[in-house]
């Protein structure tokens, strides 16, 4: 399970970048899923559990 929210972050991440790189028009809404990603990293990282 705890491999679940690093599949997440990792997907969200390579959204970014595909979106970023091909659809620049969309910039808000690509920028959300990179702040989703840092914030589910935050989670992990206060919460303590193991990473």
Known sequence: ??????LIIVLLIIGWVV????FPNLG????ILIVI?????????LTGRRL
Not at 37 to 45: H, P, R
Request: no cysteine.
């Open 1 to 6: 399970m705890r491999d679940l929210i690093w």
């Open 19 to 22: 979106g970023y790189s091909f």
């Open 28 to 31: 808000s809404i690509i920028h």
């Open 37 to 45: 990603a840092v914030i589910l990293i935050l989670y992990k990282l």
